[in-house]
């Protein structure tokens, strides 16, 4: 009888740390997206955005997209080079978008930081000034292509 009580005290306190780390910190950041979105979409004018959106030309805004995800694409497997092929590349390729919007969020190129944190954390055997070497290889073959 006892076994049981303790069995069930601990699966208990399973859920509730389950429920701290993993749903807690979902729920908060889905109410900081939808208060930032209801501010933001707060002054649209919908009529204008809907007629300026009727002359847009959406077959350049695909090509404009895949465009962009190509070039993040190679960018993510020249990364993946510079880690020599530590990494897969699928982990690579979103752990490099994060690092973009994290630049497009926060100054100061924080979101390289951020890469370099993540793949270190993805892949044990990559260490933190490991993977910033291999960012900081990357800026500058950035710049001279």
Avoid: C, Q
Wanted: charged share 20%; aromatic share 10%; glycine share 4%.
């Amino acid at each position: 009888m006892w076994a049981e009580v303790d069995k069930a005290k601990a699966e208990s306190a399973h859920r509730n740390g389950a429920f701290r780390r993993k749903i807690l910190p979902l729920a908060l950041s889905v109410l900081v997206s939808g208060a930032i979105l209801t501010i933001i979409l707060n002054g649209i004018d919908w009529n204008a955005l809907t007629d300026h959106l009727r002359y847009v030309r959406w077959k350049f805004v695909l090509i404009t997209v895949a465009i962009h995800i190509a070039s993040v694409a190679t960018r993510s497997a020249r990364w993946r080079i510079l880690l020599r092929r530590r990494v897969a590349f699928w982990p690579t390729f979103h752990i490099y978008n994060v690092g973009l919007v994290v630049n497009n969020v926060v100054p100061f190129r924080a979101g390289e930081l951020v890469r370099a944190y993540l793949i270190a954390r993805h892949a044990p055997t990559i260490s933190g000034w490991t993977a910033l070497g291999t960012i900081a290889v990357e800026r500058v073959l950035d710049m001279l292509t």
